[in-house]
Nanobody, 118 residues
């Protein structure tokens, strides 16, 4: 069982930065592929990016070059650094854990609101 708790959301002006953290419980955190998703009002949830247990990230085209994902397995934490934020990045952001790259996400965080003002 893995529990995920996100933090770091908030309100920021366009062009600003925020960093989200996702703290995980459980001793097997380092074996999970970790993903970040977001859901804006009235829209479907979309994949933002993810990172393998060895630290290799991948990103959606919409955030490539602006967002970066990292993880600290010793701290059971994954991070989403968001730079050059745009109003269209406004959404609830979720972290999630999957037992394998490309597999189903079995565990989800509660979500963290990010609001970017123009």
């Amino acid at each position: 069982q893995v529990q995920l708790v996100e933090s770091g959301g908030g309100l920021v002006q366009a062009g600003g930065s925020l960093r989200l953290s996702c703290a995980a419980s459980g001793r097997t955190f380092s074996t999970y592929y970790m993903g970040w998703f977001r859901q804006a009002p009235g829209k479907e949830r979309e994949f933002v990016g993810g990172i393998t247990w060895t630290g290799i990230p991948n990103y959606a085209d919409s955030v490539k070059g602006r967002f970066s994902i990292s993880r600290d397995n010793a701290k059971n934490t994954v991070y989403l650094q968001m730079n050059s934020l745009k109003p269209e990045d406004t959404a609830v952001y979720y972290c999630a854990a999957s037992g394998s790259y490309g597999g189903a996400y079995a565990y989800w965080g509660q979500g963290s609101q990010v609001t970017v003002s123009s």
